[in-house]
């Protein structure tokens, strides 16, 4: 064979592998709204820069007449590319080569950019579109993706791990996302679960549909499985994209620096006047993030689940950091279940990959009643109190206004090893507010009043003496819990300068195998 004709027959394999599952295929995935494997790197990653790796493997399967069958690529797009400039590895299921099922072949492959990703310290972004196990191999595919899942559990906290649901993601494979940093699914085409309703309605009885028991806002709202949901694919894709310009590329680096022409010290007015004088009025904390990060952009994580806990990504004089912040404006800012679990999450993410932590404390304290107590709240607040203690990453706290509790410590309280804790003139810094603490301290007292009116004085005299003696900030500062109490339209100056004093903190924790984090 001449040199040339090698060179076409390169080329001619380039373009079948280019192909997937052939025209037809590609034809029904654009018809039900969904892109291609190619496309969604394509789209993901910066102009030209995709490498490609083993797009001529193909299956070894002969079980039930499989090797008549064969496709180059075998299902699964890998290599790597940049995002920003910035290195990151990737793998695309193609569902129209055997529905993207999982098979031997297909698993190596993406087994190989996971290894590579760890090798040079790379993120890894898994594009998930595929009907599951390939059925025809059996035990090898479910080698596959226990393989898999051994490389999710060694990259964690070592790359970030991106996962994002483009189609269906059932059965086992729902696992490997399971084990990633963060899962961004669609609106539309995109569903997660570990069996459909054909047979959940053999097993339980129940009737539910696709959406219902498995769409993207199932998963953002109810579960708590989805950390983001685009509209579109495009969308989605271009949240991976924004995502990773607020991370570092492996656990060694710090995150990229995003100039600014925000000032630093830029002083805020509206800080002044937005908590209201009753302490009881809700209020938005979205607005105070908006009015002390970098041009008053926040990339919210988990937006649609447990809405009383705000955590999410931004830049404070170009420094990435993550916030935390109570929300007075859902269930009063308490901490419940999954505000726990949810902060617990994102706090061991940022201390991972060395994000500075910055938190807004404005909360009456845990959810009480029986079903949080059989929901484990003991188990789950323990989990957000562990995460801000073992952290070693910056820590800076602002108390806006309550602060009461066994939640108080949770939200990063200087004995859990806070750097730098700031709090409002506002703040009310005690196990509880006046109406409890003077039920329980005077409640023998009161009751001996006959007069109701007298009881009633009484009462709004003990409440009024117990906040000026505990619902203030100074009580604390005495103490040293506090470093400052601060003017609230200082609060992005003073946070921001925090940040860069604490740039080169370096803190251990005794050496161990690893934690034992109540799960």
């Known amino acids: 064979m001449a040199f040339e004709e090698k060179i076409k027959e390169l080329l001619d394999k380039r373009s079948e592998a280019k192909m997937g599952g052939g025209q037809k295929r590609i034809d029904k995935q654009h018809e039900q709204g969904k892109l291609t494997a190619r496309e969604r790197i394509a789209m993901l990653l910066d102009e030209g820069s995709f490498e490609e790796f083993d797009m001529f493997v193909t299956h070894r399967c002969t079980n ?41 072949t297909m698993s190596l492959k993406i087994c190989k950019i996971m290894d590579q990703a760890m090798k040079v310290g790379a993120p890894v972004i ?99 499985v989805a950390h983001f949901v685009g509209e579109t694919e495009e969308s989605t894709i271009e949240m991976i994209r924004q995502l990773v310009s607020f991370i570092p590329s492996n656990n060694f680096e710090e995150a990229p620096l995003c100039p600014t022409d925000d000032p630093y ?26 009015a002390i990060v970098d041009d008053g952009q926040f990339m919210e994580v988990h937006e649609k689940f447990a809405q009383n806990l705000v955590v999410g990504f931004a830049h404070m004089g170009g420094m990435s950091v993550g916030i935390v912040a109570n929300q007075p404006k859902a269930m009063a800012g308490v901490l419940d279940c999954n505000a726990s679990r949810k902060g617990a999450r994102f706090v061991r993410f940022c201390d991972a990959f060395n994000i500075p932590l910055v938190t807004l404390v404005d909360v009456p304290g845990f959810l009480c009643g029986t079903q949080q107590e059989y929901g484990g709240i003991i188990t789950n607040g323990a989990k ?136």
């Open 384 to 519: 957000l109190l562990y995460a801000y203690g073992e952290a070693t990453v910056p820590k800076v706290t602002v108390t806006l206004r309550k602060s009461y509790g066994g939640a108080h410590i949770v939200m990063s309280c200087k004995q859990l090893r806070g750097d730098v804790n700031y709090a409002w003139p506002s703040a009310n810094i005690a196990v509880m507010g006046a109406s409890g603490a003077v039920e329980i301290l005077y409640s023998k007292e009161l009751n001996a009043i006959g007069d109701a009116t007298q009881r009633s004085e009484e009462r709004d005299a003990k409440m009024r003496e117990y906040d000026e003696l505990f619902c203030n900030p100074y009580q604390a500062a005495s103490y040293g819990y506090i470093e400052d109490v601060i003017e609230p339209r200082n609060t992005r100056f003073r946070i921001a300068r925090a940040l860069v004093q604490l740039e080169n903190k370096k803190q251990d924790i005794p050496a161990k195998k690893h934690d034992n984090l109540p799960l």
């Open 265 to 290: 010290d830029r002083l805020e007015d509206s800080l002044n006047h937005i908590i209201p004088e009753n302490p009881n009025t809700p209020y938005d904390v979205k607005e105070i993030i908006a």
């Open 64 to 104: 039930f007449d499989m090797q008549k069958q064969s496709f180059l690529g075998d299902g699964v797009v890998t290599g790597c590319g940049t995002i920003d400039g910035r290195l990151v590895y990737v793998f695309a299921q193609d569902f129209t080569v055997f529905a993207g099922s999982l098979s031997e």
């Open 126 to 224: 898994g594009l998930n579109d595929s009907g599951g196990a390939r059925i025809q191999e059996g035990c090898n595919s479910l080698a596959g993706y226990a393989e898999i899942f051994e490389r999710n559990i060694l990259a964690s906290g070592v790359v970030p791990q991106i996962s994002a649901i483009f189609g269906p993601c059932a059965g086992g494979a729902v696992y490997s996302p399971a084990l990633t940093d963060f899962i961004l699914m669609t609106k539309e085409n995109s569903y997660m679960f570990l069996t459909g309703p054909k047979v959940v309605k053999t097993v339980t009885g129940e009737d539910v549909t696709v959406d219902k028991l498995g769409g993207a806002m199932v998963h953002a709202s109810k579960s708590g």
